[in-house]
């Protein structure tokens, strides 16, 4: 999708005259090598063998030291779980900052921690906390598409360090920077790249166009069988995404008592079971609060928050969604840092990340995982009815200094759902470029 802002700016003109052009990100396509080699793997904390291991059984060159002066690299993977006091610091500038100067376009840097809240020596957790501090300062320097992200540990979590680091050196990653994510130490062995999803079956609300219609194409690219929520209304539009990912179409409003209970009745006799759950659905009603009337105020919180609410008692109840499942919610970067005009959205989308930290707790002893993302400015019709001048500021305040696509909110949650996301849990990931709204 081009909008307005970037035709301007990539027109010959433009060029000409040397306005900076906004990087083309590098998104993930079947297929394509998990990143550009090679990649520098140092820090020497518990996991860096590990993952110089895997890249290499993936293709990848991993190297422990840089290539010659004016060589690129394709990422940094800088494993500082060993770091115990603030001297150890050193190591992520020493060995980071000639690594940053060699990175090539689209570039990563990933940084390896140890969860600090299962540490307890004071100067430990000290040193830990403050990875994220430089990360995401370093989020914010990086040009060229390249990203930064913080991955924390718990103990020998090395399935789950795979996981996450495997995403953000990957593709599927493109808009997500600036973000932390701690991975357990739950296992979940070998995953097919290509079809992780292979025989799971997917229930996506909302899902007859904009993220929702992406999210039901990625799933369905990674092997899942899809069920399209979406409302009657949108009946044509949701036969038409049910058609193109073959999966089948539900018309329900999510907001009907027994939403949930179809949900598990149409994915168990229809297709045997019930795996992922996306909650996508979502409208927005905007007004300034001390004009916010009944219904904006009720309609926005019965799609976007008490319908998840409600639906998830159905769908974790008996012959519901199976052990080992996924729950993942659609939260939004007004739930973490507000945005005028929006108390009715803000207040549902923070109700959505409580939910997910508060269930993901009471789930967890059936294997299944409870995460959000949170979609900064994502080109889709919600975001083309914003005012000109608003819309265009929204989408150029971040670090990667353009708007996401559908298809970057969609891959984020398909990696949560994914075996291989099994260590992660109780967690929104950003997918807004690193935006500088609650940043
Ligand atoms: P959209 O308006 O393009 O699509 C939303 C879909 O949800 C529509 O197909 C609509 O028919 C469906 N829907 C609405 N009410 C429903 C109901 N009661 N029952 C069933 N389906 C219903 O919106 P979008 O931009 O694709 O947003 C999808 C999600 O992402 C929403 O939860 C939204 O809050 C969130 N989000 C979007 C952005 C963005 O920049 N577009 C940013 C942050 C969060």
């Not at 590990?50 to 494993?79: R, Y």
């Not at 060995?95 to 307890?120: C, E, F, M, Y």
Request: hydrophobic share 45%.
């Amino acid at each position: 999708m081009t909008d307005l802002f970037t035709t301007i700016v990539s027109s010959p003109v433009a060029r000409k005259v040397g306005v900076p052009q906004p990087t083309r990100l590098r998104r993930y396509e079947p297929g394509m090598p998990l990143c550009e080699g090679p990649v520098l793997v140092a820090g020497g904390g518990r996991f860096a063998d590990g993952v110089a291991a895997w890249l290499g059984g993936e293709g990848v060159a991993a190297v422990s030291t840089l290539p010659d002066e004016g060589d690129k690299v394709g990422a940094v993977v800088l494993d500082l779980s060993a770091a115990t006091d603030p001297a150890d610091l050193d190591q992520l500038r020493l060995l980071g900052a000639p690594a940053v100067k060699a990175l090539r376009r689209n570039g990563r840097v990933v940084v390896i921690g140890t969860d600090p809240a299962t540490l307890t020596d004071v100067a430990e957790v000290t040193t830990q906390r403050a990875l994220e501090g430089a990360v995401r300062s370093l989020g914010k320097e990086l040009r060229g598409g390249a990203t930064a992200n913080l991955v924390l540990a718990q103990g020998q979590a090395h399935d789950g360090v795979r996981s996450a680091v495997e995403f953000f050196l990957s593709g599927r990653s493109a808009y997500v920077d600036g973000q932390v994510v701690r991975v357990d130490e739950s296992t979940s062995g070998d995953v097919d790249a290509l079809r992780p999803l292979d025989g799971k079956v997917a229930v996506v609300t909302g899902a007859a166009r904009g993220i929702g219609a992406e999210i039901a194409r990625v799933l369905a690219r990674d092997g899942a069988t899809v069920v399209a929520v979406d409302v009657p209304a949108a009946g044509d539009a949701l036969a038409t995404v049910a058609n193109e990912v073959r999966g089948t179409a539900l018309q329900l409003d999510v907001t009907s008592d027994d939403a949930g209970s179809r949900i598990v009745e149409h994915a168990t006799t229809r297709h045997g079971g019930l795996d992922v759950v996306v909650h996508n659905a979502g409208i927005t009603r905007d007004k300034l609060f001390v004009n916010m009337d009944d219904d904006r105020w009720h309609s926005v919180m019965e799609v976007n928050l008490r319908s998840v609410l409600r639906m998830n008692d159905a769908i974790l109840g008996e012959g519901g969604l199976a052990d080992g499942g996924r729950i993942v919610c659609v939260a939004s970067i007004a739930g973490i840092a507000g945005n005028r005009g929006q108390t009715n959205y803000g207040a549902s989308k923070a109700g959505v990340i409580g939910l997910v930290t508060a269930l993901s707790r009471q789930v967890a002893d059936r294997g299944i995982t409870v995460n959000a993302v949170a979609p900064g400015f994502i080109e889709t019709e919600m975001t083309a009815r914003i005012p000109f001048a608003t819309r265009e500021i929204g989408r150029r305040m971040n670090s990667l200094q353009q708007g996401g696509h559908p298809k970057d909110v969609a891959e984020t949650i398909a990696w949560f759902a994914q075996p291989g996301a099994a260590a992660v849990t109780g967690h929104v990931v950003r997918v807004c470029g690193q935006s500088l709204l609650g940043a």
